[in-house]
């Protein structure tokens, strides 16, 4: 058998407990947390890591690649069109060919700056009653709706005066604004705006029987107007 000395067996049990040591801090080493990892305190509140990356709630929204807008009314090519962030009115004109030669401007603020999903209504230049605004965002209000209602049911105090015979006189409805449409029987606000919106869009009236066309006006009301219709 072998003898080992004194001094070897210390040496021996010393290289052995370093051994053990090294595994024992291996196999009892803590995990690391991964970023975003929420630790818990002895006091019961949960902490959070570095790294921690912001909920999505808390992202501000991401601003509009581009503004989409529609173009109506006295403008050379009517029509919905893309245009960039800060943006104006006037810009969004020019994407529309421009203003026709009998464009009211004036009621519009061609400096303002255009809204995602906004509409831009270009009225006729001398229409006696124009809308409230030229820039419209949600269609007509309820006032000028509850009026408009109120001066077709025949409640209103006054308006223009109507023709009921033929022979009275007649109506040019390429040229006629929103009262002397009104003349016409049958004719209120609604309809007289609905006439010079369909001229606005698609032109002169050719023909009478091209009233037929517009919203509302069936070939009943068709034959009443005839007699008082002028182009």
Do not use: C, W
């Not at 024992?24 to 790294?51: H, Y």
């Not at 965002?137 to 033929?166: D, H, N, V, W, Y």
């Amino acid at each position: 058998m072998f003898k080992f000395t004194r001094n070897q067996l210390i040496a021996a049990y010393v290289i052995v407990g370093v051994a053990l040591v090294g595994m024992g801090a291996l196999i009892f080493k803590p995990k690391a947390q991964p970023a975003g990892a929420v630790r818990v305190t002895q006091a019961g509140q949960a902490e959070a890591s570095v790294g921690t990356q912001p909920l999505a709630n808390d992202l501000p929204p991401p601003a509009p690649v581009v503004l989409v807008v529609h173009v109506a009314g006295r403008v050379k090519k009517p029509g919905v069109y893309e245009l960039k962030p800060g943006s104006r009115i006037d810009d969004a004109l020019k994407s529309a060919g421009g203003a026709l030669p009998n464009a009211d401007l004036e009621s519009i603020n061609r400096a303002e700056k255009l809204e995602d999903g906004q509409q831009i209504f270009v009225a006729v230049k001398g229409q006696i009653k124009p809308p409230a605004v030229s820039v419209v965002r949600g269609g007509t209000s309820s006032k000028a709706k509850a009026s408009s209602a109120k001066s077709e049911s025949g409640k209103g105090k006054s308006g223009p005066q109507k023709l009921s015979a033929p022979g009275q006189g007649t109506v040019n409805i390429n040229s006629a604004g929103l009262d002397d449409l009104q003349r016409l029987p049958g004719i209120g606000p609604a309809y007289a705006q609905r006439i010079i919106d369909y001229r606005t869009q698609n032109g002169r009236f050719q023909s009478v029987d091209e009233l037929d066309e517009v919203k509302g006006i069936g070939p009943k009301k068709l034959e009443k107007l005839r007699p008082f219709v002028a182009l």
